[in-house]
């Protein structure tokens, strides 16, 4: 392979720094950012063409001993930043995560219906100032790790939920115990209702009975002291 030719910027090289970088639905080209001029937009566009849009992953080609191609596919996007070989992987999928991030919060779903470089006049300063960010800011190197480590845990999350899908059967079984449980208890509950009903009737009887007990004994007692006088 021949080197990026007619780079204006060659002493970027060297430095650790993201020179190019493109955000792509398949093969539109939706926005990109270049740190310096060359025919790397044609090289990145013949990488893209050989990606399979549609299967996510995150990989990284050397194009020669200078420069790195470092991509990450998502559902049908493509992004990709070229960088020298100082710039470390973990770094440059640091940058792509962040511009993922930030070109689905602001234009959300319709990038899937966008024509080429229509997003290019709103994002592409964007791209500017993270790869800006990302390459030359020493706080950028503290948050790779962060945004790494996160989506380690996602994709950890991610393997859970499969593992709990494959149960589903469980989980089903589960669920309708639950509910036979929730069942269950509001039958006790409605049972337990209608036995404090009849215990209290029950006890109302009583007094009743024992009240008229007492008012027969009293009526007794009066009658014989009458008859007595």
């Not at 493109?22 to 990145?44: K, P």
């Not at 790195?68 to 992987?89: N, Q, R, T």
């Not at 990038?111 to 960010?133: P, T």
């Amino acid at each position: 392979k021949n080197l990026p030719q007619e780079m204006s910027g060659k002493g970027l090289l060297g430095k650790g720094q993201i020179i190019y970088t493109l955000i792509s639905r398949d093969v539109t080209v939706l926005a990109e950012f270049a740190e310096a001029t060359g025919n790397f937009t044609q090289i990145s566009r013949d990488v893209i063409g050989r990606i399979d849009a549609y299967t996510s992953r995150k990989m990284s080609y050397a194009y020669n001993d200078s420069i790195h191609f470092h991509i990450m596919v998502d559902s049908g996007l493509i992004f990709l930043c070229m960088a020298d070989s100082p710039f470390e992987k973990r770094r440059a999928y640091a940058f792509l995560i962040d511009i993922k991030n930030l070109f689905l919060s602001k234009f959300g779903n319709s990038w899937q219906s966008a024509i080429a470089y229509a997003m290019n006049a709103q994002f592409s300063r964007v791209l500017s100032d993270r790869a800006n960010f990302h390459s030359n800011d020493p706080n950028a190197d503290k948050m790779s790790a962060i945004q790494l480590e996160l989506q380690a845990a996602t994709s950890i999350l991610t393997e859970n939920i499969d593992k709990l899908i494959d149960r589903g059967e469980h989980i089903d079984l589960l669920v309708d115990k639950t509910h036979q449980l929730e069942e269950d208890t509001y039958t006790m509950s409605k049972k337990s209702g209608t036995l404090r009903k009849k215990l209290w009737w029950r006890n109302m009887r009583i007094w009743a009975c024992i009240c008229v007990v007492l008012i027969i004994i009293i009526v007794i007692i009066v009658v014989v002291v009458v008859k007595t006088q």
